[in-house]
């Protein structure tokens, strides 16, 4: 298993699946992302991974960087972070455009917070595990103006749908989602009506009669 992935902007790559059929070469502005190409359960597809809380601190800011160049155009009042990865994105954005904090979810239910402020939750890489997602409650009150929403990857949408239903409780629509990376094109039917930025994106991947991979 390789390790240098995720760690560092490169100049020199050809964008798409690599020669080792185990990576795939992102593009973000100039330069490219190394990352790891994961199955999924079903065999033959796969997604180039992110994680990123194993990145390196100059990827997280690179992210970061672009990632708030888009949204400052949308000059959010409040920055939402969704859990777990994309908190240490939300915090570097909402740093960037001159926050002094951020409304973060969280999936660890603390004794004041209220069912009714909660809704289930599933990803691409975490389904069927019984999490909750929730807001709370004396967080409610920060969320005027416009709102954006950072996470980590929009894919399925199957977490970002999550997200909305709980605003929806909390009787906010957002204004712009933003996202390290978009990952294949499922997730838009989950946020339509809603402005998204990427710092990147990734195709959903088949497998080859080979073995190997291909952009699907």
């Known amino acids: 298993m390789r390790t240098d992935v995720w760690q560092a902007l490169h100049s020199d790559l050809t964008p798409g699946v690599q020669p080792d059929q185990e990576t795939y070469a992102a593009p973000m502005g100039t330069?490219?992302?190394?990352?790891?190409?994961?199955?999924?359960?079903d065999g033959d597809r796969g997604v180039a991974s992110m994680i990123l809380n194993q990145a390196s601190?100059?990827?997280?800011?690179?992210i970061a960087d672009r990632l708030s160049d888009?949204?400052?155009?949308?000059?959010?009042?409040?920055i939402v972070?969704?859990?777990?990865?994309?908190?240490p994105l939300a915090e570097a954005v909402a740093r960037r455009l001159g926050h002094t904090r951020l409304v973060p979810l969280g999936t660890s239910r603390k004794f004041?917070?209220?069912?009714?402020?909660?809704?289930?939750?599933?990803?691409?890489?975490?389904?069927?595990?019984?999490?909750?997602?929730?807001?709370?409650?004396?967080?409610?009150?920060l969320l005027t103006g416009r709102i954006a929403i950072i996470d980590d990857v929009l894919s399925t949408g199957t977490s970002?749908?999550?997200?909305l239903a709980l605003m929806d409780k909390a009787g906010i629509l957002p204004s712009v989602i933003g996202a390290a990376m978009l990952q294949g094109s499922?997730?838009?039917?989950?946020?339509?009506?809603?402005?998204?930025?990427?710092?990147?994106?990734?195709?959903?991947?088949?497998?080859t009669d080979a073995g190997g991979w291909r952009a699907e």
């Open 160 to 163: 970002m749908a999550a997200v």
């Open 186 to 207: 499922a997730w838009r039917n989950k946020v339509a009506g809603i402005t998204v930025e990427g710092a990147f994106s990734t195709p959903i991947l088949r497998r």
């Open 70 to 78: 888009q949204l400052r155009a949308h000059a959010p009042d409040v």
């Open 81 to 87: 972070a969704v859990p777990t990865l994309g908190l």
């Open 57 to 62: 601190f100059s990827v997280l800011d690179a």
């Open 112 to 141: 004041w917070y209220q069912e009714d402020l909660s809704v289930p939750l599933s990803s691409i890489t975490s389904p069927g595990q019984g999490k909750r997602l929730y807001l709370d409650p004396r967080m409610k009150p």
């Open 31 to 41: 330069h490219h992302l190394l990352l790891p190409i994961r199955a999924l359960a």
